[in-house]
């Protein structure tokens, strides 16, 4: 495994944390669990793409959640840039959750 396998693995992780630390306004289950990330990609240059979902198209927190999200993820230390791209192919449905989420909500 090379050197920047690595960094990128661990930057995933920290990245992985950080969207752990973002809430649905709704939904008492942070994002990440909710199951509202599709995909995270960082490239050599330490840019992060987040594809991700909304619970539905006219959530209240449309404007605000991608804005929140790559904020968040910008303040770590070894990324330079972070963009969100909002999608809903697939659209998000409850069993995206994670089996976490689900305990909580009280679905298990």
Known sequence: MSESTIETNVLGDKIVRVLKTIYD??????????????????????????LMTL????????????????????SINEVKDAEVEIT???????????????LELGML
Do not use: H, R
């Not at 289950?29 to 990609?41: A, M, N, P, R």
């Not at 619970?55 to 910008?74: I, M």
């Not at 809903?88 to 689900?102: G, I, N, T, V």
């Open 55 to 74: 619970t539905t198209p006219n959530c209240p927190v449309a404007e605000t959640l991608p804005l929140e999200v790559e904020e968040k993820v910008k």
């Open 25 to 50: 306004p709704e939904i008492p289950v942070d994002i990440y669990e909710l199951g509202l990330i599709y995909d995270v990609f960082v490239n050599e240059d330490y840019e992060v793409k987040i």
């Open 88 to 102: 809903f192919d697939p659209p998000w449905s409850q069993d995206l959750m994670s089996e976490e989420a689900k």
